[in-house]
Every structure is written in C-alpha cells, then in structure tokens.
C-alpha cells in the first residue's frame, strides 16, 4: 500500500532553515509527481511546491524564492528545503503524490523567536 513518512520539522526562529524529507513506498516513485501541502490551525491545506516526474518545479507565490523542493529517485524521498521562514510558514506539512489520496503523519513546522 502506498506509504508516505515525512520528517525534519521542528521549531526555529524566523530567518531560519529546515529541510524536510517524505520517503515514499508502495508505489512507482518515478511515475509520480510529488507535492508538498501545508496545513496551519484553522486553515485549509494550502499546496506549497510541486516537482514534476522530469524534475520541473512549481511554488505558491508566497514560498518561492524561499523554498526550494527536489526528489531522489534512488531513495524515493522528496525534499522541502524551506530558507528565510517566517511565522506565517508555520503548520503542518504534508507530502502527497499527485493524485493519490494518501497522506502520510506530517511533520510540524514552528517559526517563532
């Protein structure tokens, strides 16, 4: 079954950085584009990055230049380096791939001096 592990949140100051990693298992990696979606207290899920199966990128306007996200398809793992963040970039994040409806635990994101 399709199977999605997110990792590498936690709480910084804003300015801050983070990467997070999502290890997907239980279906064809590569045939696959992967998003990235955040979720804050109160508000609905928001989609942050997409990488397509070639590796072509999109961002919400109001990540990019801050965010950067990227695949390794030897290690089914999609990453999320996220730069410069601010409290409003705080939430849960999750990673899906497109299409699909599962979701995986999240990994929680906490800007805050």
């Known amino acids: 079954q399709v199977q999605l592990v997110e990792s590498g949140g936690g709480l910084v100051q804003p300015g801050g950085s983070l990467r997070l990693s999502c290890v997907a298992s239980?279906?064809?990696?590569?045939?696959?584009?992967m998003k990235w979606y955040r979720q804050a207290p109160g508000k609905e899920r928001e989609l942050v990055a997409t990488?397509?199966?070639?590796?072509?990128?999109n961002y919400a306007g109001s990540v990019k230049g801050r965010f950067t996200i990227s695949r390794d398809n030897g290690k089914n793992t999609v990453y999320l380096q996220m730069n410069n963040l601010k409290p409003e970039d705080t939430a849960a994040y999750y990673c899906?791939?497109?299409?699909?409806?599962?979701w995986g635990q999240g990994t929680q994101v906490t800007v805050s001096s």
């Open positions: 239980g279906f064809t990696f590569t045939r696959y584009a």
């Open positions: 990488i397509g199966t070639l590796g072509t990128t």
């Open positions: 899906n791939a497109a299409g699909s409806q599962t």
